[in-house]
T-cell receptor, first 115, second 114 residues
């Protein structure tokens, strides 16, 4: 099946700094990618939909100035957590929907810890 | 209203036994897809099984089967012959064909007891 990668897999940063997470579709083109956040023992919460060549669509309650999304090419979307705070510590997962099938392909996730 | 409801936060099953994980959904669309994903402690989301709303037969994938009852809007996952490696979180999800978005349930933590 199609592969989606994420980098880094884990990151620890200090409060106030910014962190960039990359999501790549390795063997297919993705005009749309989704960014999810998952807190421990909770479900995936959709943060935003990343659209290649246009602005991302953010879910209600997600600060677009804090979580910057750039979908610069058909294989790369990035999520930048700006001025990170400890409450931003979470597991961030990206995914891309399949064109012809029904499912979406998930990246392996990035565990962010803000100290 | 919740699109996907999983009422079992935690389940235990004896190794080699079968277990059913419950999932109900809410949609007014005629065309939709239902999915089950497994998430082990590593965090990766592993696709298990898919059921389309127009599929008349219940989906099966190896030891996984989906008990689809459309009128009741339920899509329960049945795992047969449980193995220790089945211990993980299990999420039910739905995709409505009108949009790309997936809706996830709150998950069920399954523990397989040796």
């Amino acid at each position: 099946g199609a592969v989606v990668s994420q980098h880094p897999s884990r990151v620890i940063c200090k409060s106030g700094t910014s962190v960039k997470i990359e999501c790549r579709s390795l063997d297919f083109q993705a005009t749309t990618m989704f960014w999810y956040r998952q807190f421990p023992k909770q479900s995936l919460m959709l943060m935003a939909t990343s659209n290649e060549g246009s602005k991302a669509t953010y879910e209600q309650g997600v600060e677009k100035d804090k979580f910057l999304i750039n979908h610069a090419s058909l294989t790369l979307s990035t999520l930048t957590v700006t001025s990170a705070h400890p409450e931003d510590s979470s597991f961030y997962i990206c995914s891309a929907p399949a064109d012809t099938a029904y499912e979406q392909y998930f990246g392996p996730g990035t565990r962010l810890t803000v100290t | 209203a919740q699109k996907i409801t999983q009422t079992q936060p935690g389940m235990f099953v004896q190794e080699k036994e079968a277990v059913t994980l419950d999932c109900t959904y809410d949609t007014s669309d005629q065309s939709y897809g239902l999915f089950w994903y497994k998430q082990p402690s590593s965090g990766e989301m592993i696709f298990l099984i898919y059921q389309g709303s127009y599929d008349e037969q219940n989906a099966t994938e190896g030891r996984y089967s989906l008990n689809f009852q459309k009128a009741r809007k339920s899509a329960n996952l049945v795992i047969s012959a449980s193995q220790l490696g089945d211990s993980a979180m299990y999420f039910c999800a739905m995709r409505e064909w009108e949009g790309n978005q997936f809706y996830f349930g709150t998950g069920t933590s399954l523990t397989v007891i040796p």
